[in-house]
């Protein structure tokens, strides 16, 4: 059974730190890229950031650079988010998605539920 299960959100103050947590199972996890995105109330759901298989490569967000960082750890399937000097305008429900590319083009993607982050003094 394929799950995919982020944790670790929460209410910060501003300029505080959260980490992320994304735990997938049921899958070759290794093999995927994995994603966070967010979704704020009445916007639509955008990358925040996103690292390789491997994770020898990263990309974020311009409004992310510097304050965020993603990594991964094979070995327990798990994905992070570390999240520092927050904004109120950060608040929003992260996503986690695994993401597999093939070769002959399309993808396979597996969603997590979503955690909630809020920003607020």
């Known amino acids: 059974q394929v799950q995919v299960v982020e944790s670790g959100g929460g209410l910060v103050q501003p300029g505080g730190s959260l980490k992320l947590s994304c735990a997938a199972s049921?899958?070759?996890?290794?093999?995927?890229?994995v994603s966070w995105y967010r979704q704020a109330p009445g916007k639509g759901r955008e990358l925040v950031a996103s690292?390789?298989?491997?994770?020898?490569?990263?990309i974020y967000s311009d409004s992310m650079k510097g304050r965020f960082t993603i990594s991964r750890d094979n070995a327990k399937n798990s994905v992070y988010l570390q999240m520092d000097s927050l904004k109120p305008d950060d608040t929003a429900v992260y996503f986690c998605?695994?993401?597999?590319?093939?070769?002959?083009?399309?993808?396979?993607?597996?969603w997590g539920q979503g955690t909630q982050v809020t920003v607020s003094s």
């Open positions: 690292v390789t298989s491997g994770g020898v490569s990263t």
């Open positions: 049921g899958f070759t996890f290794s093999g995927y890229a």
């Open positions: 998605k695994a993401e597999q590319f093939f070769a002959e083009g399309g993808a396979r993607s597996y």
